[in-house]
């Protein structure tokens, strides 16, 4: 009932300011696109990304990994999986020596076949989430913490990490501000649906 309620409001609002499309739908995005005004990224803003996150701006940065999966499936809820993947876990940092055998026996990915070796990675090959993690390990031998993905759990060996090259500010410049417009968006439209479910909300209270 309320998403109904936020969208009546909406609609309600785009006849208010005269917004009219073909379709409902149509008309919400037009009224989005008009209220909902994001202003530009600043270059200090732009600058500032940048400086805090050097090594989303890293060219040829590469890694080559292993890995040992436990897959999210529909029927195993994540607690009962990190209940496999913990004691793989504490059991090849113990003795990494056992680390291929342990995905032959274990892994949910075909990797599993070939000791759990993914080759060579870069950032682009990979989930965010998993190439987040060798940045941040920043070493080689076994990340000391389940991977969380969304395909699930891994135990990750870096076999070999290389930082590469910065690029220069003026060349990410365009994508940072990009990145920025982009999440400010994300950031304004939810402000704006709160506010209208908030009204929607004590509109709601007060018919009752």
């Known amino acids: 009932m309320q998403l109904q309620r936020i969208r009546a409001r909406l609609l309600e609002r785009a006849a208010a300011l005269g917004i009219e499309r073909d379709t409902e739908e149509a008309t919400i995005d037009a009224l989005l696109e008009r209220e909902v005004a994001v202003p530009p ?79 060579q990675i870069a950032r682009e090959s990979v989930v965010p989430e998993f190439w987040q993690a060798i940045e941040s390990f920043g070493a080689t031998g076994i990340i000391p913490k389940l991977v969380q993905t969304r395909y699930g759990l891994h135990v990750v060996r870096v076999a070999r990490y290389v930082t590469g090259d910065l690029l220069p500010y003026e060349a990410v410049a365009e994508r940072i501000a990009a990145h920025l417009t982009d999440r400010n968006l994300r950031v304004a439209l939810r402000d704006y649906a709160h506010t209208i479910a908030h009204d929607a909300l004590d509109e709601g209270a007060h018919t009752h």
């Open 41 to 119: 990224p600043t270059d200090a803003e732009c600058r500032r990304f940048y400086a805090q996150h050097p090594q989303r701006f890293r060219a040829g940065a590469l890694a080559e990994a292993d890995h040992i999966l436990f897959a999210v499936t529909g029927g195993v809820p994540l607690a009962a999986l990190r209940e496999r993947a913990e004691p793989a876990l504490r059991e090849v940092l113990a003795a990494p020596d056992t680390f291929a055998a342990r995905a032959a026996e274990l892994s949910n990915c075909p990797s599993g076949r070939v000791g759990g070796s993914l080759g």
